[in-house]
C-alpha cells in the first residue's frame, strides 16, 4: 500500500512539473508573431535605415548600439505632433546634421562615440504602434558593398530590395511599422 501511495505521489508530482512547464510561455506577452526587421546599410561612412514600409505620425526615433551591454550608447531624434513620415533616413554619417531630415536630433551621441566598433544597432520608433529591430554592425559594414544600393540587412531575414521586402513582410518577419496579423 506505501508503495501505491509513493507511486501515486511521484506521479501527481511528475504531473504537476509538467502542467507548469506546459503553462510558461517562452514569448513575450505582447511580442509580434512575427520577428519585427529594419534594414540598414552603410554607403560612403553613412549608416542608413529603411523601415521597409513607411511609418506614418514618428515623433521620434531611437537609435541604440550594444543595448543591454555596459557600453550601450543611444541617439535620439524627435518631431513635433502630429509626428512625420519616415521610410529611408541617414542615421550617421558624413554629412550630419542632416537638416533635410524630416526628424531632428535631441539628443547626439557622446562626442568621439565611433559607432563602427559598436557590435550591434537597434531602432525604436516612437508615435505609431511599432516594434524595434536590431542588426548587427559589422555585418553591416563589412556586406553592405556587396549588395546594390537598394538592398538593406533585415538582420536575421538578410538583404533584401524592395521586392523581396514586399514578398515576405507578414509571411516570414514583419517590417517595424506593419501591424501584427495575428
Given amino acids: 500500500m506505501a508503495d501505491i501511495t509513493r507511486g501515486s505521489r511521484v506521479a501527481c508530482a511528475a504531473l504537476f512539473v509538467v502542467a507548469v512547464t506546459a503553462a510558461c510561455d517562452t514569448k513575450a506577452q505582447f511580442a509580434p508573431s512575427l520577428p519585427p526587421e529594419a534594414g540598414f546599410r552603410v554607403d560612403d561612412g553613412v549608416l542608413k535605415l529603411w523601415t521597409g514600409t513607411p511609418c506614418e505620425g514618428v515623433t521620434g526615433l531611437r537609435l541604440t548600439f550594444d543595448s543591454g551591454t555596459q557600453a550601450s550608447t543611444e541617439q535620439v531624434w524627435a518631431a513635433p505632433r502630429p509626428g512625420v513620415r519616415v521610410e529611408h533616413l541617414d542615421l550617421l554619417g558624413v554629412s ?87
Fill in 96 to 182: 550630419f546634421p542632416d537638416t533635410e531630415s524630416p526628424l531632428q536630433v535631441r539628443t547626439p551621441l557622446p562626442g568621439g562615440y565611433d559607432w563602427t566598433k559598436a557590435g550591434s544597432v537597434s531602432v525604436a520608433v516612437d508615435g505609431p504602434k511599432a516594434n524595434g529591430a536590431k542588426a548587427d554592425v559589422a555585418q553591416v559594414l563589412r556586406e553592405s558593398a556587396q549588395h546594390p544600393s537598394g538592398s538593406y540587412l533585415f538582420g536575421r531575414s538578410g538583404w533584401m530590395d524592395a521586392v523581396a521586402v514586399q514578398r515576405e513582410n507578414r509571411k516570414s518577419f514583419l517590417t517595424i511599422c506593419t501591424p501584427d496579423p495575428k
